[in-house]
């Protein structure tokens, strides 16, 4: 019942910019935050930026001024504007949507892959 779409990962070269969505459907409840993890073959996922309602913003240090993260609270739906890219961002990027309320209910999309590369 529960779908996060995920769109706009891709090849780009280094310096370039790539802009991701992620939808989710089916969740009737509130939304409390949402995100972006990636995992980069052989390592384990690691935040990116997360977005909570007020909105509160959390980056990686190694993509704080390069990312930008937001969300739209009618269409469900996180962003992540991604600037100056470099190879080392290379990886399977997942949205994560945790609902709001005392339990920690969380979603995760299929990924949508970036490659940063010449």
């Known amino acids: 019942q529960v779908q996060l779409v995920e769109s706009g990962g891709g090849l780009v070269q280094p310096g370039g910019s790539l802009r991701l969505s992620c939808a989710a459907s089916g969740i009737t409840f509130s939304i409390y935050e949402m995100g972006w993890y990636r995992q980069a073959p052989g390592k384990q996922r690691e935040l990116v930026a997360s977005?909570?309602?007020?909105?509160?913003?959390k980056y990686a240090d190694s993509v704080e001024g390069r990312f930008t993260i937001s969300r739209d609270n009618a269409k469900k739906t996180v962003y992540l504007q991604m600037n100056s890219l470099k190879p080392e961002d290379t990886g399977v990027y997942y949205c994560?949507?945790?609902?709001?309320?005392?339990?920690?209910?969380?979603?995760w999309g299929q990924g949508t892959q970036v490659t940063v590369s010449s």
């Open positions: 977005i909570i309602s007020g909105p509160t913003t």
């Open positions: 994560k949507v945790e609902l709001a309320g005392d339990y920690s209910i969380v979603y």
